[in-house]
């Protein structure tokens, strides 16, 4: 018999931490990841008829954390990023996606020897529900002189302005017919730091831990989002040398991502938004070595089920990247350059609550698929090559 899994919602990080309400969710899913911490998440709820209206008003943007067995350790969390309402054939959604309230524009005059930036201002009342949201745009080259190109601009950005300031919704038909549902999608809070850009002149090389800790305290978002004031959790990498200089239009995440994977010449790093702290509710960015450590177990004969290294029986809820997993009756995954080959280190896990199953994907040439309640997807890199390459969602 499955879980029961429930979400609760809170008010919108901006407003404040209150608890709104609490919901069960329907087919309920996620995907954790080593490098950013909660990724994503939906499900679907079951409400009282006639509150769509109700829940795109109140909770669009809200923080979430999902729940099964332990009321004061949550699977999940994060914020709503897109809910749909199917009312019969008709599908209305509202999404963050396309939302925003503040408008950078960079431009170039023509025989000019610096790139332009006009930023627009605040729409005060949508960042005051969702917190700062940017979106940065290249309008290319322009001629004349720069008061007549800057007019132009100007135009262009409050026009994009008031016609993105509050999210999108829409309505579709839909194939699906039937009672009345909401679906959720939820992003971790990492997802965030896409929505502003962080620039710094100047060409001086630090410290890499020190560069990532630069562009996280000066966020536009500041605490509302994770607790940005907190630096020790942000490891320092001496082997990695980072120029201050950054173009405005390159997010602070993608900025990081190129910091993150040049790890240190020798082991990877990960970094994300940790988990709130269950005494103080606090969430802060981490930088760090990638872990080593043996943390889950398994074996074939036992229908894969994962264990921790002493035999005790994992929740697949509760299985995270990040970690060592040893299959210790059959030898999987070895490159014959060394590595242990029972040994594979964790980069994404999926859960599904449907089928209570988990999928989890390595940096390691996994040849064995289970057949289970486990099913196994890899790309063909192990670290005995080196950095890990990027992976695609399965």
């Known amino acids: 018999m499955n879980q029961l899994h429930t979400v609760n919602i809170y008010q919108r990080p901006k407003q404040g931490n209150n608890f709104l309400r609490r919901f069960n969710a329907v087919g309920y899913r996620h995907r954790i990841i080593s490098v950013g911490g ?43 990023s897109r809910i749909s309402i199917d009312v019969g054939a008709t599908r209305w959604m509202a999404t963050l996606e396309n939302m925003a309230n503040r408008i950078r524009i960079t431009y170039k005059r023509i025989g000019a020897t610096s790139v332009d930036t006009r930023n627009s201002s605040f729409n ?10 940017t979106d940065t745009i290249e309008a290319g080259l322009y001629g004349g002189s720069a008061s007549v190109a800057n007019n132009h601009i100007d135009q262009m950005k409050d026009a994009l302005l008031a016609a993105r300031n509050w999210p999108t919704q829409s309505k579709s038909g839909s194939a699906r017919q039937g009672p009345g549902t909401i679906k959720i999608e939820m992003l971790g809070f990492y997802h965030t730091l896409l929505w502003e850009a962080w620039h710094e002149g100047g060409s001086t090389e630090r410290d890499a831990g020190l560069a990532v800790s630069e562009r996280i305290t000066n966020l536009d978002n500041g605490t509302t989002f994770f607790d940005n004031t907190i630096t020790n959790k942000i490891e320092a990498n001496s082997s990695f040398k980072v120029s201050d200089e950054h173009q405005v239009t390159i997010p602070v995440w993608q900025q990081l991502l190129k910091i993150q994977e040049a790890g240190d010449g020798s082991v990877n790093w990960v970094m994300g938004v940790s988990s709130s702290n269950p005494a103080n509710g606090i969430r802060h960015f981490y930088y760090r070595p990638q872990s080593t450590t043996l943390r889950y177990v398994e074996r074939v004969d036992n229908q894969i089920t994962i264990r921790n290294e002493f035999g005790g029986v994992i929740k697949p809820w509760f299985v995270r990247p990040d970690a060592i997993l040893e299959t210790r009756d059959i030898l999987v995954s070895w490159n014959l350059k060394g590595d242990d080959p029972r040994r594979t280190y964790l980069q994404k896990v999926s859960y599904n609550a449907d089928n209570n199953s988990i999928k989890w994907s390595s940096e390691d040439d996994v040849t064995f698929n289970g057949t289970t309640q486990q099913s196994h997807d890899v790309n063909k890199t192990n670290r005995a090559f080196g950095n890990t390459a990027r992976i695609s969602e399965v």
């Not at 994503?40 to 099964?68: D, H, K, Q």
């Not at 005060?124 to 949201?133: C, E, L, R, T």
């Open 124 to 133: 005060d009342d949508s960042v005051a529900k969702f917190g700062i949201k």
């Open 38 to 80: 909660y990724d994503t998440a939906s499900c679907e709820v079951l409400t009282r008829p006639g509150e769509g209206e109700m829940f795109i008003e109140n909770f669009l943007g809200s923080r979430v954390a999902v729940y099964v067995d332990n009321p004061l350790r949550p699977i999940w969390e994060g914020f709503i």
